[in-house]
């Protein structure tokens, strides 16, 4: 038997991921590989490697697409365990003024000004450019200056290098990026929480393994390393 765990989680989830790697891999006795980070489009994302049957002892990534793995037979039913709550924000380039967010108002005026717009392949993206410009009332508008950003990369590489003047992305996403500024979340009232969960791969080498990784993950023990990474960790 290999003497690896590995692990398939999506890019809301990666930088908590990241800050585990050393207390998963004493949990396990077993190297950790990180497979790939992203939910998105391409071949080097979860949905295509684990329709290629990769192996995958854990995979984390928004429920809704979790639900959608289990039922295509491709995470084990009955594993999956809920593990942290998002939120989406947005981001300028480092030195550029923060931008005015704080109402559906100053939100729909702020996109309305910007030169670009970058958006993702994950639950973000689908819902800036398939609710949140339509509930601003700025669909065509917002869309003629959007541009996707898939192939597992981030908007906030986007945003840092001058390719779009403003970018969403999960709060925990930006985090990490240099040279983005003012990573504000959504109003209120137009804010999108999204619970990511993890679950064990029908291709798993190491279940049981993966079924203590779950449970640590889920427990206050962990909680203040999600936390620091822009989620709100479920255990209590």
Do not use: W
């Amino acid at each position: 038997m290999t003497n690896e765990f590995r692990v398939m989680t999506s890019g809301a989830f990666t930088a908590a991921h990241r800050r585990l790697l050393p207390e998963l891999a004493q949990l396990t006795g077993l190297e950790i590989v990180t497979v790939t980070t992203s939910i998105g489009t391409g071949d080097i994302s979860i949905p295509s490697r684990l329709q290629r049957g990769e192996i995958a002892d854990l995979v984390i990534c928004d429920d809704d697409t979790l639900q959608g793995f289990i039922a295509a037979g491709l995470v084990r039913a009955g594993s999956d365990r809920r593990l942290a709550r998002s939120m989406i924000g947005l981001a300028v380039r480092a030195g550029a003024p923060a931008p005015d967010v704080g109402t559906a108002e100053a939100l729909r005026a702020t996109l309305l000004r910007a030169r670009s717009i970058g958006y993702s392949a994950s639950v973000s993206g689908r819902y800036v450019t398939g609710q949140l410009y339509r509930a601003l009332g700025i669909q065509d508008e917002a869309m003629a200056k959007s541009r996707f950003i898939g192939s597992g990369q981030r908007v906030g590489t986007f945003i840092a290098n001058g390719e779009v003047e403003i970018g969403f992305q999960q709060v925990s996403e930006l985090l990490p990026v240099e040279g983005i500024a003012h990573i504000t979340p959504l109003p209120e009232p137009l804010q999108l929480y999204s619970y990511y969960t993890a679950g064990i791969g029908t291709s798993a080498a190491q279940p049981a393994a993966a079924a203590r990784v779950i449970e640590q993950l889920a427990s206050r023990d962990t909680a203040a390393h999600i936390r620091a990474t822009g989620l709100e960790p479920l255990a209590v």
